[in-house]
């Protein structure tokens, strides 16, 4: 079984400050649901900053299938991260002036690797698509701003799922939810990561979520960076 | 293109702030090439003021000088022609017609100009019009005057109103030629030029009112001239013109012509090419132009600063924004080309609001300016000029939206996706 993701010797801070990431090792198999959780401040959006190749590890190597993003320019970073990674934010997910069916499409919109992982399939069709799994396939032709934070953070997870990329990272989009949405919304995800065959790297520090997972990674214990 | 849809989009988004800020371009736009085709009608028309006069001749003195007494009605000559070298100059073979002129005095503020027949039929304005009459005749008897629109307006004279003179040219002078008053024998059609502001007799009119004033001084008390006094028209003897217009026969002995009346020996004289000299002039006046247009440049870098300040507050907002693209894949380069993008749009959206808005504003005043002001500004398509202005208008704006996106670059580089307000 291939790795997913493997990091060896990170060390990551932002610019000349204190180093926020120091972790030796950690890796996780393709098809992982993993669980990252630390206190606030521990460096999670920081680390799945790394992992999206948005943020430039320091030192130390950061294999995302395959490939060692400390080893990319900033432009093949952000052109592999188009391709390979979905991304969901804790909230505030959408553009405000696109519709809920733009901002599905705008991942296979801004890369053309991406679009291409449709196979044939129509954007717009598999956009809809997406959306009537995740319950939102009537919400589709409305300005964002009218969506309850719950319907947001589904059209966030359809955009991020938009064109099956290998990697979906999610930075606690479930913490403005209430616990019933939370598990609905965690299983829609689930289903359609499933069905793409994607791991995904959720992160919270809320741990009653912890038992839905396959596999917990406490980010405290690995980066030694922590305070 | 997603990232133009995008930035319009956004634009769109902030509807009432991008309309603000295209507004305000628009605004300083217009007024920049208002402004210019204003500028662009006043020398039109400055230039026009006489028109097929080939030469001005005069006593020696300053060019200007004499283009601003015989032109336009402004200063006073120093010295006048003899009658007799005018007449010679006259019958040269290189001249076709001319208009004598005869100047000094003045009624209630306006020039009195003594001349003849040829003025009304020779002299011409604006692209070869001629002078017309409202009312009555061309004045052609010793105490006729003929009034130029203006003076028949303001003074509220009518035909066969009595008009006194006044000797010399200050709005009240008080050596008065009361005691021949003149009668008013027709109104001329207004034309827009200096024309319409002054006075027009006979030059047996102006030796007429200066009888006795040989030595420059009125006439003793009792020794004044009456009507009776004065001899009929063609027993008056002229003895002097001020300047005068000439019509050449041929374009090219110009300024042959010119130089051999400034060679000539019987009298200091010279000669002027009114289209050459108007335009010193106005070179001139070109200060003020170059202030002007100034100013007004000023005001399009005001209204593109205020663009600037607007797209740069709001990125505050659109950090989200930015992050999210970022997520998806944009590149920061991206992200700098989004907000340039915007701010071109908005710079372009507010230059051809702006043309747009000086045409409505052209057509709807053009007539009223032209009525009111005399000031006629014509309507073309936009010139080279135009062009030069609304792309200097964009390229500003795609200079100045480097300021926001470089901002928003740093941070997209720095920030990672961890939006912290
Ligand atoms: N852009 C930045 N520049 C400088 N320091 C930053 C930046 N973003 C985060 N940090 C710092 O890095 C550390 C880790 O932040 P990070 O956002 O990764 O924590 P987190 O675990 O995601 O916390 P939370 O649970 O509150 O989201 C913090 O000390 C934070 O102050
Ligand atoms: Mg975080």
């Not at chain 1, 002036?97 to 291409?116: F, H």
């Not at chain 2, 001319?98 to 009195?112: A, E, Q």
């Not at chain 2, 002027?272 to 440049?297: D, H, K």
């Amino acid at each position: 079984m291939s790795l997913a993701i493997d990091v060896r010797r990170l060390r990551f801070r932002y610019g000349n400050g204190p180093w926020v990431l120091d972790i030796p090792e950690m890796a996780l198999e393709r098809g992982t649901r993993a669980f990252l959780f630390g206190p606030s401040g521990s460096g999670k959006t920081t680390l799945l900053g790394v992992l999206a190749g948005v943020l430039k590890p320091d030192e130390g190597e950061v294999n995302v299938l395959g490939r060692d993003l400390a080893s990319l320019s900033g432009a093949q970073r952000d052109a592999f991260r188009a391709e390979h990674i979905g991304y969901v934010f804790q909230m505030f997910n959408l553009i405000p002036y696109l519709s809920v069916l733009d901002n599905i499409t705008l991942p296979v919109r801004m890369n053309a690797k991406r679009r291409a992982r449709l196979d044939g399939a129509g954007v717009k069709e598999t956009a809809a698509l997406l959306a009537d799994h995740l319950q939102i396939g009537d919400l589709l032709k409305k300005p964002v701003t009218e969506l309850s934070v719950g319907q947001q953070q589904r059209v966030a997870a359809c955009r991020a799922l938009m064109g099956s990329p290998e990697i979906i990272v999610a930075d606690e989009p479930t913490s403005s939810l209430d616990f019933d949405r939370r598990e609905a919304f965690l299983e829609l995800l689930f289903a359609e990561c499933e069905r793409a065959g994607a791991t995904l790297v959720f992160v919270s520090h809320d741990r009653t979520l912890e038992g839905m997972f396959s596999r917990t990674v406490p980010l405290p214990d690995i980066n030694r960076a922590a305070l | 293109m997603l990232v133009l849809d995008l930035a319009l989009k956004s634009l769109r988004n902030r509807a009432f702030s991008t309309s603000l800020t295209v507004g305000s371009i628009a605004l300083s736009v217009a007024l920049l090439i208002g402004v210019e085709n204003v500028r662009v009608g006043m020398r039109d028309s400055f230039s026009n003021t006489i028109s097929q006069t080939d030469l001005i001749v005069g006593a020696k003195g300053g060019t200007i000088q004499l283009l601003l007494y015989s032109v336009f009605g402004m200063g006073s000559p120093t010295n006048n022609l003899s009658w007799d070298t005018y007449r010679e100059w006259a019958e040269h073979p290189a001249i076709e017609w001319t208009i004598p002129y005869g100047l000094g005095d003045s009624h209630r503020g306006f020039r009195v100009i003594g001349t003849n027949e040829d003025f009304y039929r020779r002299y011409r304005y604006r692209g070869g019009q001629a002078i017309a009459l409202a009312e009555g005749r061309a004045g052609s008897e010793v105490f006729d005057v003929t009034l130029g629109a203006d003076v028949a307006a303001e003074l509220g004279y009518g035909l066969g109103d009595e008009v006194g003179v006044t000797h010399g040219i200050g709005a009240v002078g008080f050596l008065n030629h009361d005691h021949l008053p003149f009668e008013v024998a027709g109104i001329l059609a207004k034309t827009f030029t200096p024309v319409d502001r002054a006075v027009y007799v006979t030059l047996e009119g102006i030796e007429a009112i200066h009888f006795g004033w040989e030595d420059g001084a009125p006439p003793m008390a009792g020794e004044e001239h009456t009507h009776e006094d004065v001899l009929a028209m063609e027993e008056i003897e002229i003895t002097q013109v001020t300047s005068f217009f000439v019509g050449t026969t041929s374009r090219r002995d110009v300024l042959r012509l010119q130089r051999e009346i400034n060679d000539y020996e019987g009298e200091p004289m010279m000669a002027v090419i009114p289209g050459l000299a108007l335009n010193e002039m106005w070179q001139g006046i070109g200060y003020a132009e170059t202030g002007l247009r100034l100013v007004t440049i000023f005001v399009v870098l005001v209204g593109l600063l205020g663009m600037l300040v607007s797209l740069y507050t709001s990125l505050n907002e659109r950090r989200r924004e930015m992050a999210i693209l970022r997520a998806v894949g944009a590149g920061p380069k991206s992200i700098v080309a989004l907000l340039v993008l915007e701010s071109v749009c908005l710079a372009a959206a507010g230059a051809i609001c702006g043309l747009a808005l000086v045409y409505v504003l052209l057509s709807a005043g053009q007539p009223i300016v032209e009525a009111q002001v005399g000031l006629f500004i014509p309507i073309r398509p936009p010139g080279s000029v135009e062009w030069l202005f609304l792309g200097a208008v964009v390229t500003a704006g795609f200079l100045m939206g480097f300021v926001p996106a470089l901002k928003a670059y740093r941070t997209a580089l720095h920030d990672g996706l961890a939006v912290r307000v």
